[in-house]
Protein backbone atom coordinates (compact mmCIF):
# COMPACT_ATOMS: atom_id res chain seq x y z
CA UNK A 1 0.00 0.00 0.00
CA UNK A 2 1.50 3.35 -0.37
CA UNK A 3 1.06 5.74 2.28
CA UNK A 4 1.95 9.59 2.51
CA UNK A 5 1.78 10.59 5.52
CA UNK A 6 0.16 10.74 8.93
CA UNK A 7 -2.96 12.29 8.35
CA UNK A 8 -4.15 12.38 12.02
CA UNK A 9 -4.22 11.51 15.64
CA UNK A 10 -7.37 11.18 17.47
CA UNK A 11 -7.19 12.03 20.82
CA UNK A 12 -10.57 11.02 23.30
CA UNK A 13 -11.08 13.43 25.32
CA UNK A 14 -13.82 14.52 28.10
CA UNK A 15 -14.50 17.92 26.86
CA UNK A 16 -13.25 19.40 23.74
CA UNK A 17 -14.29 23.14 25.41
CA UNK A 18 -11.23 22.03 28.46
CA UNK A 19 -8.71 20.64 25.85
CA UNK A 20 -8.91 23.72 23.14
CA UNK A 21 -6.95 25.42 25.72
CA UNK A 22 -4.28 23.51 25.93
CA UNK A 23 -3.60 22.88 22.38
CA UNK A 24 -4.39 26.66 21.52
CA UNK A 25 -2.26 28.25 24.35
CA UNK A 26 0.36 26.02 25.06
CA UNK A 27 1.10 24.09 22.03
CA UNK A 28 0.55 27.35 19.86
CA UNK A 29 -1.88 25.65 17.38
CA UNK A 30 -5.29 26.79 16.50
CA UNK A 31 -8.49 24.70 15.91
CA UNK A 32 -9.40 25.36 12.18
CA UNK A 33 -13.04 23.40 12.24
CA UNK A 34 -15.22 21.61 14.76
CA UNK A 35 -17.42 19.18 12.94
CA UNK A 36 -20.33 16.42 14.32
CA UNK A 37 -19.81 12.73 13.09
CA UNK A 38 -23.58 11.86 13.60
CA UNK A 39 -22.81 7.77 13.26
CA UNK A 40 -19.79 8.22 15.08
CA UNK A 41 -21.64 10.00 18.31
CA UNK A 42 -18.69 12.88 18.18
CA UNK A 43 -18.14 15.97 18.10
CA UNK A 44 -14.80 16.72 16.25
CA UNK A 45 -12.06 19.59 16.72
CA UNK A 46 -9.61 20.25 14.18
CA UNK A 47 -5.62 21.64 14.89
CA UNK A 48 -2.69 21.27 11.90
CA UNK A 49 0.34 21.14 12.76
CA UNK A 50 2.78 20.50 9.32
CA UNK A 51 0.88 17.66 7.04
CA UNK A 52 -0.54 16.27 10.15
CA UNK A 53 -4.24 17.26 11.93
CA UNK A 54 -5.17 16.86 15.69
CA UNK A 55 -8.82 15.40 15.96
CA UNK A 56 -10.30 15.87 19.45
CA UNK A 57 -12.86 13.78 19.73
CA UNK A 58 -15.66 14.01 22.39
CA UNK A 59 -18.77 11.47 22.83
CA UNK A 60 -21.73 13.11 22.20
CA UNK A 61 -23.78 10.00 23.45
CA UNK A 62 -23.00 7.53 26.57
CA UNK A 63 -23.19 4.48 23.93
CA UNK A 64 -20.41 6.47 21.81
CA UNK A 65 -17.25 4.09 21.27
CA UNK A 66 -15.18 7.24 22.35
CA UNK A 67 -17.35 6.96 25.74
CA UNK A 68 -16.70 3.43 26.22
CA UNK A 69 -12.74 4.03 25.06
CA UNK A 70 -12.17 6.68 27.81
CA UNK A 71 -14.64 4.31 30.73
CA UNK A 72 -11.97 1.68 29.47
CA UNK A 73 -8.37 3.63 29.30
CA UNK A 74 -9.04 7.02 30.09
CA UNK A 75 -8.23 10.36 27.72
CA UNK A 76 -5.45 9.82 25.92
CA UNK A 77 -4.35 8.82 22.12
CA UNK A 78 -7.91 6.93 20.46
CA UNK A 79 -6.28 6.37 16.76
CA UNK A 80 -3.99 7.40 14.11
CA UNK A 81 -4.76 7.39 10.38
CA UNK A 82 -2.42 7.02 7.59
CA UNK A 83 -3.15 9.48 4.07
CA UNK A 84 -3.72 6.56 1.61
CA UNK A 85 -3.67 6.64 -2.38
CA UNK A 86 -6.83 3.97 -2.36
CA UNK A 87 -8.53 3.47 0.94
CA UNK A 88 -10.22 0.56 -0.36
CA UNK A 89 -7.35 -1.19 -2.57
CA UNK A 90 -5.37 -0.75 0.68
CA UNK A 91 -7.80 -2.16 2.86
CA UNK A 92 -8.33 -5.20 0.05
CA UNK A 93 -4.13 -5.58 0.13
CA UNK A 94 -4.44 -5.50 4.27
CA UNK A 95 -6.97 -8.05 4.26
CA UNK A 96 -5.55 -10.30 1.81
CA UNK A 97 -1.98 -9.85 3.72
CA UNK A 98 -3.86 -11.09 7.10
CA UNK A 99 -4.99 -8.20 8.99
CA UNK A 100 -8.14 -8.11 10.39
CA UNK A 101 -10.43 -5.54 9.58
CA UNK A 102 -12.96 -2.98 10.79
CA UNK A 103 -14.12 -1.84 7.76
CA UNK A 104 -13.93 -4.25 4.87
CA UNK A 105 -15.24 -0.96 2.46
CA UNK A 106 -14.37 2.49 2.91
CA UNK A 107 -17.01 4.79 4.71
CA UNK A 108 -17.16 8.57 5.19
CA UNK A 109 -15.48 9.98 7.78
CA UNK A 110 -14.99 13.85 8.89
CA UNK A 111 -13.98 16.17 6.24
CA UNK A 112 -15.64 13.96 3.85
CA UNK A 113 -12.77 11.56 3.48
CA UNK A 114 -12.85 8.14 2.72
CA UNK A 115 -11.89 5.91 5.69
CA UNK A 116 -11.34 2.32 6.93
CA UNK A 117 -10.01 1.17 9.72
CA UNK A 118 -7.54 -1.76 10.71
CA UNK A 119 -8.53 -3.66 13.63
CA UNK A 120 -5.87 -2.77 16.47
CA UNK A 121 -5.90 -6.79 17.02
CA UNK A 122 -3.89 -7.25 13.82
CA UNK A 123 -1.71 -3.72 14.34
CA UNK A 124 0.02 -4.07 17.29
CA UNK A 125 -3.09 -2.03 19.61
CA UNK A 126 -2.89 0.31 17.61
CA UNK A 127 -6.41 1.13 15.88
CA UNK A 128 -5.36 2.44 12.57
CA UNK A 129 -7.66 4.40 9.76
CA UNK A 130 -6.73 4.79 6.55
CA UNK A 131 -7.94 7.97 4.84
CA UNK A 132 -8.09 9.92 1.61
CA UNK A 133 -9.94 11.33 -1.14
CA UNK A 134 -10.04 8.20 -2.64
CA UNK B 1 5.94 27.61 22.04
CA UNK B 2 7.14 27.03 18.26
CA UNK B 3 5.87 23.22 16.78
CA UNK B 4 6.58 22.37 13.23
CA UNK B 5 5.28 19.30 12.99
CA UNK B 6 5.41 15.86 14.47
CA UNK B 7 8.52 14.31 14.86
CA UNK B 8 7.43 11.16 15.77
CA UNK B 9 5.04 8.71 17.35
CA UNK B 10 5.91 5.91 19.88
CA UNK B 11 4.59 2.71 20.24
CA UNK B 12 5.11 0.43 22.41
CA UNK B 13 5.50 -3.48 21.46
CA UNK B 14 6.14 -6.93 22.58
CA UNK B 15 8.67 -7.34 19.79
CA UNK B 16 10.26 -5.38 17.48
CA UNK B 17 10.95 -8.49 15.73
CA UNK B 18 7.71 -9.26 15.04
CA UNK B 19 5.99 -6.25 15.11
CA UNK B 20 8.27 -5.02 11.87
CA UNK B 21 6.89 -7.19 9.40
CA UNK B 22 3.55 -5.50 9.37
CA UNK B 23 4.90 -2.41 9.48
CA UNK B 24 7.26 -3.07 6.09
CA UNK B 25 5.14 -5.51 4.81
CA UNK B 26 1.88 -4.72 4.91
CA UNK B 27 1.92 -0.60 5.39
CA UNK B 28 4.62 -0.78 2.92
CA UNK B 29 7.35 1.98 5.77
CA UNK B 30 11.15 0.52 5.84
CA UNK B 31 12.79 0.57 9.16
CA UNK B 32 15.87 2.90 8.76
CA UNK B 33 17.39 2.06 12.36
CA UNK B 34 17.71 0.61 15.19
CA UNK B 35 18.58 1.85 18.83
CA UNK B 36 19.61 1.31 22.50
CA UNK B 37 18.63 3.77 24.31
CA UNK B 38 20.18 2.63 27.82
CA UNK B 39 18.84 4.86 30.18
CA UNK B 40 15.28 4.29 28.93
CA UNK B 41 15.78 0.17 28.99
CA UNK B 42 14.62 0.17 25.53
CA UNK B 43 15.25 -1.22 21.96
CA UNK B 44 14.37 1.05 19.44
CA UNK B 45 13.57 0.82 15.61
CA UNK B 46 12.58 3.64 13.43
CA UNK B 47 10.29 4.24 9.94
CA UNK B 48 10.03 7.39 8.15
CA UNK B 49 6.70 8.01 6.95
CA UNK B 50 6.58 11.75 5.43
CA UNK B 51 8.01 14.20 7.93
CA UNK B 52 7.09 11.70 10.87
CA UNK B 53 8.74 8.78 12.20
CA UNK B 54 7.58 5.40 13.85
CA UNK B 55 9.23 4.54 16.74
CA UNK B 56 8.93 0.96 17.75
CA UNK B 57 9.61 0.55 21.80
CA UNK B 58 11.12 -2.40 23.17
CA UNK B 59 11.63 -3.31 26.86
CA UNK B 60 15.03 -4.77 27.77
CA UNK B 61 14.26 -5.47 30.86
CA UNK B 62 11.90 -5.82 33.25
CA UNK B 63 11.45 -2.51 35.24
CA UNK B 64 11.57 -0.72 31.89
CA UNK B 65 9.24 2.12 31.70
CA UNK B 66 7.87 0.53 28.36
CA UNK B 67 7.43 -2.94 29.83
CA UNK B 68 5.06 -1.36 32.71
CA UNK B 69 3.10 0.54 30.22
CA UNK B 70 2.68 -3.21 28.51
CA UNK B 71 1.78 -4.23 31.40
CA UNK B 72 -0.35 -1.93 32.35
CA UNK B 73 -2.16 -0.97 29.20
CA UNK B 74 -1.13 -3.66 26.73
CA UNK B 75 0.72 -2.85 23.55
CA UNK B 76 -0.62 0.23 21.46
CA UNK B 77 0.56 3.94 20.98
CA UNK B 78 2.94 5.50 24.05
CA UNK B 79 3.73 8.98 23.37
CA UNK B 80 4.01 11.33 20.61
CA UNK B 81 6.83 14.22 20.35
CA UNK B 82 6.31 17.11 18.84
CA UNK B 83 9.20 18.68 16.97
CA UNK B 84 9.91 22.28 18.68
CA UNK B 85 12.54 24.56 17.83
CA UNK B 86 13.79 25.05 21.42
CA UNK B 87 13.56 22.16 23.48
CA UNK B 88 13.78 23.97 26.77
CA UNK B 89 12.30 27.41 26.26
CA UNK B 90 9.40 25.54 25.11
CA UNK B 91 9.68 23.04 28.45
CA UNK B 92 10.16 26.49 30.81
CA UNK B 93 7.17 28.15 28.73
CA UNK B 94 4.56 24.72 29.37
CA UNK B 95 5.42 25.00 32.77
CA UNK B 96 4.53 28.84 33.54
CA UNK B 97 1.56 28.04 31.28
CA UNK B 98 0.39 25.59 34.47
CA UNK B 99 1.70 21.97 32.82
CA UNK B 100 2.94 19.63 34.83
CA UNK B 101 6.38 18.43 33.83
CA UNK B 102 8.50 14.98 33.76
CA UNK B 103 11.64 16.59 32.66
CA UNK B 104 12.16 20.27 33.78
CA UNK B 105 15.42 20.09 31.68
CA UNK B 106 16.19 18.57 28.24
CA UNK B 107 18.10 15.49 28.09
CA UNK B 108 19.55 13.47 25.22
CA UNK B 109 17.39 10.52 23.74
CA UNK B 110 17.23 8.26 20.60
CA UNK B 111 18.78 9.71 17.19
CA UNK B 112 21.05 12.48 19.55
CA UNK B 113 18.26 14.66 20.02
CA UNK B 114 17.25 17.02 23.09
CA UNK B 115 14.23 15.66 24.48
CA UNK B 116 11.60 16.99 27.28
CA UNK B 117 8.37 15.21 28.71
CA UNK B 118 5.44 16.80 29.33
CA UNK B 119 2.93 15.07 32.27
CA UNK B 120 0.00 13.04 31.03
CA UNK B 121 -2.10 14.31 33.37
CA UNK B 122 -1.10 18.25 32.17
CA UNK B 123 -2.14 16.94 28.57
CA UNK B 124 -4.97 15.06 28.51
CA UNK B 125 -3.92 12.08 28.72
CA UNK B 126 -1.47 11.72 25.89
CA UNK B 127 2.04 11.47 27.10
CA UNK B 128 3.86 14.18 25.12
CA UNK B 129 7.64 14.61 23.66
CA UNK B 130 9.13 17.69 22.56
CA UNK B 131 12.37 17.26 20.42
CA UNK B 132 14.70 19.29 18.36
CA UNK B 133 18.03 19.60 18.05
CA UNK B 134 18.54 22.63 20.13
Do not use: W
Request: charged share 30%; with cysteine; aromatic share 6%.
Amino acid sequence: MNLSHIEHIGIAVNSIEEAKSYFEDVLGLKCYTTEKVTDQKVKTAFFKIGKTKIELLEATSEDSPIAKFIAKKGQGIHHIAFAADDVNASLKEAEEKGIKLIDKQSRKGAEGLNIGFLHPKSTFGVLTELCGTK
